[in-house]
């Protein structure tokens, strides 16, 4: 008769081995990440302290000429919630003027008049003058998650903005909106459609703010070195600012709920805007690869 109990006790002992390697893989492997994850931590407070202290010192990353800045903006609160870097880096040169076009005063809830309060209050926390703001309140442009406003409406208001106002820098959203905010992709699409059309003075040019992906938008000054890389236009600022934005979001009591000030704490886009020129070539490509 075989005797088992030898083979099941060496069974027993290369499972223990198996078990027992896979656990020291597992530990190391986590070790070399936690490594790799502190010294990228490290890393990003490094570039985001020179930056921040060098942005000044250099022409590269910014738009240096602009004299007259629109921003174009869908609801009350995306001032602070999405521009509000380029805003607070904007406000300290005496040689800008920034204006404000809001297409909608925020209604969704029934909340327009103490939106439209709200948005005047941020306003001048941020440095914009108040003479300096316009609020639209228009049938064509509701505020509404599901409704696709009329390209050539907007693209009419923000040309009235452009000429009577002598505007040379447009800065507003890209198609992605950001938040993926369908009132946000229709301000894009009037900008696109301005610049398609060559209705766009020729003294005046369109930015848009970049959208990026989850991780990258909720990674505060994480972000910085990869978008820092990634970007022709960028705008940075310090922690101290950046409470500045805190403050103005605060402004906009009505929105100022848990989920909101999470965004505002980990969200990027209260410590890095960066910008792309809306430029008529890449949105024929962009159309080509629609189709």
Not at 147 to 165: G, K, T, Y
Request: hydrophobic share 40%; with cysteine.
């Amino acid at each position: 008769m075989i005797d088992i109990y030898p083979l099941q006790r060496r069974l027993e002992e290369w499972k223990d081995l198996v078990i027992e390697e896979t656990l020291q893989y597992a530990w190391d492997t986590m070790q070399h990440l936690l490594y790799a994850v502190g010294i990228y931590i490290f890393l990003c407070g490094l570039v985001y302290i020179a930056t921040v202290y060098l942005r000044n010192s250099s022409d590269c990353g910014q738009l240096r000429s602009v004299k007259r800045v629109l921003f174009v903006i869908a609801h009350p609160d995306d001032e602070c919630m999405f521009f509000g870097p380029i805003i607070i880096t904007l406000a300290q040169r005496h040689d800008c003027q920034m204006f404000l076009l809001c297409l909608s005063n925020g209604d969704f809830r029934n909340e327009g008049k103490q939106r439209k309060s709200e948005l005047w209050k941020s306003c001048k926390i941020l440095g914009i003058p108040e003479d300096n703001i316009t609020l639209c309140k228009c049938s064509h442009l509701p505020d509404s998650p599901t409704v696709e406003w009329r390209e050539d409406v907007v693209a009419n208001l923000i040309l009235n903005h452009i000429e009577s106002l002598s505007i040379d820098t447009v800065i507003t959203f890209d198609k992605g909106g950001v938040s993926r905010h369908i009132n946000h992709s229709s301000i894009f699409y009037a900008a696109a459609y301005l610049c398609m059309e060559r209705k766009l003075p020729s003294y005046c040019r369109a930015y848009a703010l970049e959208s990026i992906c989850l991780v990258r938008k909720y990674s505060a000054i994480l972000d910085v070195p990869i978008s820092y890389l990634l970007s022709s236009y960028w705008y940075i600022i310090s922690l101290r600012e950046r409470d500045i934005i805190l403050s103005a979001m605060e402004a906009h009591a009505s929105q100022f709920i848990w989920f909101r000030k999470l965004y505002m704490f980990f969200s990027r886009y209260t410590v890095m805007n960066t910008l792309k020129e809306i430029e008529l070539v890449d949105l024929e490509l962009d159309l080509e690869l629609d189709d």
